[in-house]
Each structure stands twice: as structure tokens, then as C-alpha cells.
């Protein structure tokens, strides 16, 4: 069981000169179980996201863009850990229509309708589509997926869903 997730440059950032959009503190997703605090996620030196620190929880990338805000929010998690599931596991189940609650830090609640669920190989992880523009509030949440390479320790995949703000 491996603990990789993203591997992508990313490239996509906030704009310094916005208004401020609280940030999102929890996550859940009713019809496949998840209910997780988020973590802030930064870029590592390699310009790759780092991972949540725990595999029971899930993180943002607190350098783009906030839940409720234009364009596409990224949120990652774990799918397993070597000690069992992780907090994405069943993200491969989630289908078009499910709905995904964000609760932001001034309290307010936003929901999100899944429109896409794909896997794509790691190497050819599509960057422009998880992060690039979007004129609507949407989410990207991202786990691996695929096989497991031993040898490097980690998944060959990454399952990507695709999320819409309910208007």
C-alpha cells in the first residue's frame, strides 16, 4: 500500500490582490463515508503537492483556489496506508451526481455535484485540467489508484473527481 499522490507541477495560484475566501476546514461526502478536517497543503521543493500527513485525512492546497471562489479547489488524500484504507479510498465509487459538503472556517457550507470521475497514469497526469482556470466554483479531489509499483512505492495512478458549486 503505497502513500503517493500527486505528481504534477502546479502552476496555478491566487491571485494576492483577491478578496479573501474563508477557508475550508472540513470535507465530507455522504455517499461513500468521508467526513475529514482538512489539512493546509503546500508544494515541496520539486514543485510537487505534498501529501496530507495522515492517511485518515485530507488537505487542500491552501496556494490556490478556496472552495466557493472561480476555478478548481484541490483537495488530495490518501487512498490507503500500510496500516489499512485511507481517507479516499472508495473516491473510485463516487459517481456523476453525488454531492460533496464543504464547510468553510466562518461557518458556511458549500455543495458541490460530482460531473466526472477518471483515472490517468501519473506520468500523464493532466495539470491543466486539475488546476488550470475555470469560470465556476469547482473542486478536483485527488487519490491514487491503479496498480501498486513495489519497487517504487507507490501507485501507478491517480483517481481524479471533478466537482460542480450548486447553484
Request: glycine share 12%; hydrophobic share 40%; net charge negative.
Amino acid at each position: 500500500m503505497g502513500a503517493a499522490i500527486l505528481v504534477a507541477l502546479i502552476y496555478i495560484v491566487k491571485d494576492p490582490g483577491a478578496e479573501k475566501v474563508p477557508e475550508p476546514v472540513t470535507v465530507r461526502i455522504p455517499s461513500i463515508g468521508v467526513e475529514t478536517s482538512l489539512e493546509a497543503l503546500k508544494l515541496g521543493k520539486d514543485g510537487v503537492l505534498e501529501p496530507p500527513t495522515r492517511s485518515d485525512k485530507a488537505g487542500w492546497y491552501a496556494k490556490g483556489v478556496a472552495p466557493g471562489d472561480a476555478g478548481p479547489a484541490v483537495i488530495a488524500g490518501h487512498v490507503d496506508s500500510k496500516t489499512g484504507p485511507g481517507v479516499f479510498f472508495r473516491l473510485p465509487e463516487l459517481q456523476p451526481g453525488a454531492e460533496v459538503l464543504v464547510e468553510r472556517e466562518d461557518g458556511s457550507k458549500l455543495t458541490f455535484v460530482v460531473s466526472h470521475r477518471y483515472a490517468t497514469q501519473k506520468t500523464a497526469f493532466p495539470t491543466a485540467i486539475v488546476y488550470g482556470p475555470t469560470p465556476l466554483s469547482e473542486l478536483r479531489l485527488v487519490t491514487c489508484g491503479g496498480d501498486f509499483d513495489r519497487v517504487a512505492g507507490s501507485y501507478r495512478d491517480n483517481v481524479i473527481v471533478e466537482a460542480v458549486l450548486k447553484g
